[in-house]
């Protein structure tokens, strides 16, 4: 069982347009991490979430940590083909290191 | 800094046989972790240090498994022996200020058993 689903798994779309991925859970976190992670690298840092309904923007990407600190959303305005690749989100619980989900497959077609 | 930096980048290997994974973290980063990536399970969680101490190692596979950090600017991650299911990429990331803050990937090291 996954303790951080994420949706969806694949997304293709063309430049320009918006989309929103998802990371679910039933558990609180005290914070959320979302990074970003392209072919032949590894995950990269995006933003770091900790309080319940905090919004950080990221020049067009705007992260959101749920009320209940169980979820997170991402929302890319206007993607652009460098967006393309793998968005992981990363959930911390007390004194235990992160646990990854799965993350979305980005490609922005241009 | 450099980063975090893994070697080899990749690594094709017969079943049966030994295989070293190595890292340097970040310097002045206490916390390493080991990490492997597959399509099927994503990211998961192997070993994890802290100045240099096995922490929890719970998460290592089985016994063909070991990892070592000999002193605060070296890792290594063995196998052996080695088999085909053991094929993903190991990740190694550092981090400054503890488990819950962010990490420092390395690029990974691609492993193919065959």
């Known amino acids: 069982t996954q303790l951080l689903e994420q949706s969806p798994q694949f997304l293709s779309i063309q430049e320009g347009e918006n989309l929103t991925v998802y990371c679910n859970s039933s558990s609180v976190f005290s914070s959320l991490q979302w990074y970003r992670q392209e072919p032949g690298e590894g995950p990269v840092l995006l933003v770091t979430v900790v309080t319940g309904g905090e919004v950080k923007k990221l020049k067009r990407l705007t992260f959101q940590f749920g009320d209940a600190r169980k979820d997170s959303s991402l929302h890319i305005t206007a993607a652009q083909p460098g967006d393309t690749g793998l968005y992981l989100c990363a959930g911390a619980r007390g004194n235990t290191p992160l646990v990854f989900g799965k993350g979305t497959r980005l490609s922005v077609i241009a | 800094d450099a980063g975090v930096i893994q070697s080899p980048r990749h690594e094709v290997t017969e079943m049966g046989q030994e295989v070293t994974l190595r890292c340097k973290p970040i310097s002045g980063h206490d916390y390493l972790f080991w990490y492997r990536q597959t399509m099927m399970r994503g990211l998961e969680l192997l070993i994890y240090?802290?100045?240099?101490?096995?922490?929890?190692d719970s998460g290592m596979p089985e016994d063909r498994f070991s990892a070592k950090m000999p002193n605060a600017s070296f890792s290594t991650l063995k196998i052996q022996p080695s088999e085909p299911r053991d094929s993903a990429v190991y990740f190694c990331a550092s981090s400054l200020r503890g488990v819950n803050y962010g990490y420092t990937f390395g690029s990974g090291t691609r492993l193919t058993v065959v």
């Open positions: 240090f802290n100045n240099n101490v096995p922490i929890d």
